[in-house]
């Protein structure tokens, strides 16, 4: 079993930046890939990063790339996602999930990652 908790979350205005990370526990982290999720209100939970075991392989989703990065220290149990010139529709919760598997894609839906966070909420004001 794999604990997820996210933080980082907050308030920002149009343009500026957050860091989200999320730290897990148990001694597998380092096998597992990692992603980052997000949910609106009243829309559908939506892929927007994922980063495989070892950080060598990245994705993102089209909405955030050239704006946000993905990221792992293994030795700290930690994915981070750093979110750069932050825009009003990327208000929503996010979250963290855990793949029982080495290897991700931005093709995974969110039924195929196995442990979830509680999720951190970000509003970006205009």
């Known amino acids: 079993q794999v604990q997820l908790v996210e933080s980082g979350g907050g308030l920002v205005q149009a343009g500026g930046s957050l860091r989200l990370s999320c730290a897990a526990s148990g001694r597998t982290f380092s096998t597992y890939a990692m992603g980052w999720f997000r949910q609106a209100p009243g829309k559908e939970r939506e892929f927007v990063a994922a980063i495989n075991w070892s950080g060598g392989s990245t994705y993102y989703a089209d909405s955030v790339k050239g704006r946000f990065t993905i990221s792992r220290d293994n030795a700290k149990n930690t994915v981070y996602l750093q979110m750069n010139s932050l825009k009003p529709e990327d208000t929503a919760v996010y979250y963290c999930?855990?793949?029982?598997?080495?290897?991700?894609?931005?093709?995974?839906?969110?039924?195929?990652?196995?442990?979830w966070g509680q999720g951190t909420r970000i509003t970006v004001s205009s």
């Open positions: 999930a855990a793949r029982r598997s080495r290897y991700t894609s931005a093709q995974l839906k969110s039924d195929e990652y196995d442990y």
